[in-house]
């Protein structure tokens, strides 16, 4: 059973940078298409970056140019640097691992606040 936890998570100021980490235990990492994700309040989870087992990565537009994902397989990790983050940035942010078509796990979730 894979079991992810996300940390890195907390309060910045708009313009500042958090780096989070998704730890993976379980399953077998290398293998999967990690994602992050993130949830503000009274909207939809919405997705952020993906990178595939090979390293094929994709953004959204709203964090393409920000933010970063990369994954460290003899960790099993993966990473999402957010850089020029903003207040509109702020949510729950999810890591989440594609085992294989319509079977995901999800990480708890940690906080993100921007604010000055």
């Known amino acids: 059973q894979v079991q992810l936890v996300e940390s890195g998570g907390g309060l910045v100021q708009p313009g500042g940078s958090l780096r989070l980490s998704c730890a993976a235990t379980?399953?077998?990492?290398?293998?999967?298409?990690m994602g992050w994700y993130r949830q503000a309040p009274g909207k939809e989870r919405e997705v952020l970056a993906t990178i595939t087992h090979f390293g094929g990565i994709l953004y959204a537009d709203s964090v393409k140019g920000r933010f970063t994902i990369s994954r460290d397989n003899a960790k099993t990790t993966v990473y999402l640097q957010m850089n020029s983050l903003k207040p509109e940035d702020t949510a729950v942010y999810y890591c989440n691992a594609n085992i294989r078509p319509g079977v995901n796990a999800w990480g708890q979730g940690t906080q993100v606040t921007v604010s000055s």
């Open positions: 379980g399953g077998m990492f290398s293998s999967y298409t």
